[in-house]
């Protein structure tokens, strides 16, 4: 692309400052044409007007599909460039016939969602959540108390998938003593050997760990990937972790398990979400809810936008990009 290419953001406006503070903001100006009033909201049809000298969609959280007819609106544009993970409800199948370079923010967005797991794994097999609740009843504490099985020594993780945010996992786990094993069926043994983990079936890796930390996307293949019987492997006092989608577990099988106190969880994700207000989740001490955070927030949203822009840069140069996302990836890809 020869002349500085027509950039537009179709985002939830409120993100925009988020997304691109100043200085990311200044570095996407100095490459393209960002014209006046450059936040579209595409459900609006006189907003499709904006797009005809359009060559740069950079798109984000609220953004609606991008139909045929907002494509046809802009028959200059060459690039989508999301600030979000997935892409894969961005474009209809037809939209991806159409030669347009698409990427997307999800390895940003991994990170986050990594440091937030690591941080749940050593928490959790330190007991903090449980000790926490009873020092609070007891206003005492008595060193005897805290179970054998509490501590992070020659812990077992055991990791559903080896996606982007699985990977970077593995990364954070490597200078602790855990043994990793992993669960990924597009991962040949070989692989997992050259990321330093273990490939075992599903059932094997749910009998054996200490904690499960679920990281595979939600397509029809991972539909309730854990039900009842894995759950039922389990070991006693073992950590679900689940920072994926809630689909991916039984929620009935699981608040079973829950509710009896046989296992711990630690759940950023639930099906559905949130849960009623009357799920006896909420108030389990053997469990830890949070509402969809581990994903990037508040400055963390930054690197969401400088991936966008950093996008661009290699686009106008002609260069590959780092983060495409090609249709025929989209059936495994979160
Ligand atoms: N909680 C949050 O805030 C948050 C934020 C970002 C992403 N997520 C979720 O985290 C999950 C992982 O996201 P990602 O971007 O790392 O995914 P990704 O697109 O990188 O994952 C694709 C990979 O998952 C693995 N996989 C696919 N099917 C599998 C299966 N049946 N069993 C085991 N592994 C399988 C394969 O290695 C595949 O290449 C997604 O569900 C995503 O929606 C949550």
Not at 19 to 28: A, D, G, I
Not at 29 to 56: I, S
Not at 128 to 156: C, I, K, P, T
Request: charged letters at 25%.
């Amino acid at each position: 692309m020869s002349e500085r290419p027509s950039v537009v953001f179709a985002l939830e406006a409120r993100h925009l400052p988020l997304l691109f503070p100043p200085e990311v903001m200044s570095r996407l100006a100095a490459l393209a044409d960002l014209g006046p009033g450059t936040v579209v909201d595409l459900r609006d049809p006189e907003a499709l007007g904006l797009l005809a000298g359009v060559d740069v969609l950079i798109t984000g959280w609220g953004c609606p599909p991008l139909g045929l007819d907002v494509l046809d609106a802009a028959p200059r544009l060459r690039a989508v460039l999301h600030t979000g993970g997935s892409v894969k409800y961005l474009l209809p199948p037809e939209g991806w016939d159409r030669g347009l370079v698409v990427s997307s923010a999800a390895a940003a967005n991994a990170l986050p969602v990594a440091e937030y797991t690591l941080g749940m794994i050593l928490l959790s097999g330190k007991g903090v959540f449980e000790l926490r609740e009873r020092f609070r009843a007891e206003r005492s504490f008595v060193m005897g108390q805290v179970h054998r099985s509490v501590g992070n020594a020659g812990r077992r993780v055991g990791l559903i998938g080896a996606s982007r945010i699985g990977r970077r996992v593995i990364e954070l786990l490597r200078p602790f003593d855990f043994d990793v094993l992993l669960h990924d069926p597009y991962v040949t043994r070989e692989e997992a050997h050259g990321l330093g983990v273990r490939k075992v079936d599903l059932a094997e890796l749910l009998a054996m760990s200490d904690v499960v930390s679920v990281h595979a996307p939600a397509t029809p293949e991972t539909r309730h990937l854990i039900g009842r019987a894995g759950l039922a492997l389990m070991r006693d006092g073992a950590v679900l972790l689940n920072t994926s989608r809630g689909s991916l577990i039984d929620h009935d099988a699981l608040t079973e398990e829950l509710v009896s106190g046989r296992l711990r969880a630690v759940l950023d994700v639930t099906e559905p979400e949130p849960l009623p207000a009357a799920s006896p989740l909420y108030d389990l001490p053997n469990v830890l809810l949070t509402p969809h955070i581990a994903g990037s927030h508040g400055n963390e949203l930054r690197r969401l936008g400088l991936t966008a822009v950093e996008e661009l840069e290699r686009f106008l140069a002609g260069r590959p990009l780092c983060h495409r996302v090609e249709h025929g990836d989209l059936h495994r890809a979160a």
